[in-house]
């Protein structure tokens, strides 16, 4: 057992948690928790046409999960055929140009990839990703790295395959080989909650609709080559006229909003709520 690695890792977690839950400690009171005001916020919300289907009342559980960069992609490359390969080892990305590319449009695109995907000469541990409609746009779909614990929604595990002219040309991919559970569970807070808190906020418009609520892990914090992953609310909201969507990030353990730093950013990468 590599009890340094350890060590390590445990003080970089407890070093983690101090910085969040002071943080926390004083968003406290910006988290909505009472189940009346939260019922009468809903009847609001209808009231002013904000459209979603029955929202999920019951509080979950997730983890602080933990991993260190490997380059098991870089190792594996020999399997993969008919592609021009790149491999960096700075982000431990690999960047893939299919010598075939093949058409796909907005019926068939999840299928088709979803097969792809299964051939290891296609993509290294390819049945290991999910579709991820929230992260994806036209000209890049995004499959999210999964695991028994969950959904990773962070850039260090997802393939990210580029289309052009309604063609997949190649894809770029990140692989967390040991995602790591830190501590025991803890009680998250539930889909009714947190898109009530989004919108007691003024984070949800009128005339809008709720496409998606998601609740998957990613980068809370990096440091000496580990990463820190907790669990968060993605939740997809779209204006019903201009049909554009709009992705807000909410930290499912304490129910604080993450503000994006940079303007317009919807993709879901670690380094936005940063």
Do not use: C
Not at 21 to 30: A, G, P
Not at 67 to 72: E, I, T
Not at 101 to 129: A, M, R
């Amino acid at each position: 057992m590599d009890f340094r690695r350890i060590e390590v890792i445990f003080l970089i977690v407890f070093f983690s948690l101090d910085i969040f839950l002071l943080v926390s400690f004083r968003n406290s009171q910006q988290v909505v928790s009472s189940g009346s005001t939260t019922t009468s916020t809903v009847t609001e919300m209808r009231k002013r046409d904000i459209s979603f289907g029955k929202l999920d009342s019951k509080s979950g559980a997730a983890y602080y999960l933990g991993s260190r960069p490997n380059n098991d992609l870089a190792e594996h490359l020999n399997k993969l055929k008919n592609q021009e390969l790149q491999y960096d080892d700075d982000d431990h990305k690999l960047e893939s140009s299919l010598t075939e590319p093949f058409s796909v449009n907005t019926t068939n695109q999840e299928s088709k990839l979803n097969s792809f995907l299964k051939k290891e000469s296609n993509v290294l541990y390819g049945t290991k990703y999910k579709y991820a409609p929230q992260l994806s746009t036209a000209s890049q779909i995004v499959y999210a790295q999964t695991d028994s614990v969950g959904e990773l929604y962070d850039k260090t595990g997802r393939v990210t395959f580029e289309v052009d002219n309604k063609k997949v040309v190649g894809y770029t991919q990140t692989y967390v080989d040991d995602l790591m559970i830190l501590h025991e569970k803890e009680v998250t807070k539930s889909e009714k909650d947190v898109i009530s808190n989004l919108y007691t906020n003024s984070e949800i418009p009128n005339n809008s609709r709720i496409v998606y609520a998601n609740l998957a892990y990613t980068k809370l914090t990096e440091a000496k080559g580990s990463t820190i992953y907790i669990p968060v609310w993605f939740v997809t909201i779209q204006n019903k006229d201009s049909k554009v969507d709009t992705l807000k990030k909410v930290n499912a353990f304490t129910g604080n909003i993450i503000k994006a730093t940079t303007a317009g950013t919807i993709t879901g990468d670690s380094d936005d709520s940063e």
